[in-house]
C-alpha cells in the first residue's frame, strides 16, 4: 500500500467516488465488519463530519472574500482621501512650498528641467 500524504487535499473527483460508495453502501443490507473504522455508523460519523467541515470551510471562505473585498476598498478610500488632501496641500500652500514637501510631494524647484540633447555626429 502507498503511503499517504495528508498535507494536500483530496481531488473532488476523488470525494465523489467516495461519497457515492458511501451512498451505495447504504442499499446492501447484510454489510457487517468486524472493523471498527469501516463499520456502516463509523463511515456515516465521519461522512457527517466531512460535510460539517467542508460546510464550514465554505462559509468561512466566504467571510475572507468579504473582510478582503471590504479591506480592499478601505484601502482604496484611504488611498483617494490621500490625493485629495495633496491637492489640497498644493492648492492651498502652492508646488514650491515646505509644506507640500511635507506630504510627499516633490517641490517644483526640486524638478530637473528637461535639457535638449546635443546631436551626435555619425562618422562614415
Do not use: C
Amino acid at each position: 500500500m502507498t503511503i499517504q500524504d495528508r498535507t494536500r487535499r483530496l481531488r473532488p473527483q476523488t470525494i465523489s467516488q467516495d461519497i457515492d460508495s458511501f451512498h451505495g453502501l447504504q442499499t446492501v443490507s447484510t454489510y457487517n465488519t468486524t472493523r471498527a473504522d469501516a463499520s456502516a455508523a463509523k463511515l456515516q460519523e465521519v461522512y457527517q463530519a466531512m460535510v460539517i467541515s467542508q460546510q464550514t470551510e465554505t462559509e468561512k471562505l466566504a467571510l475572507y472574500r468579504a473582510a478582503a473585498d471590504a479591506a480592499r476598498l478601505a484601502e482604496w478610500e484611504f488611498h483617494n482621501a490621500v490625493l485629495a488632501m495633496k491637492e489640497v496641500v498644493r492648492g492651498q500652500y502652492g508646488s514650491d512650498s515646505d509644506q507640500a514637501q511635507a506630504v510627499g510631494l516633490k517641490k517644483k524647484s526640486d524638478r530637473k528641467r528637461p535639457s535638449r540633447k546635443k546631436p551626435v555626429a555619425i562618422a562614415s
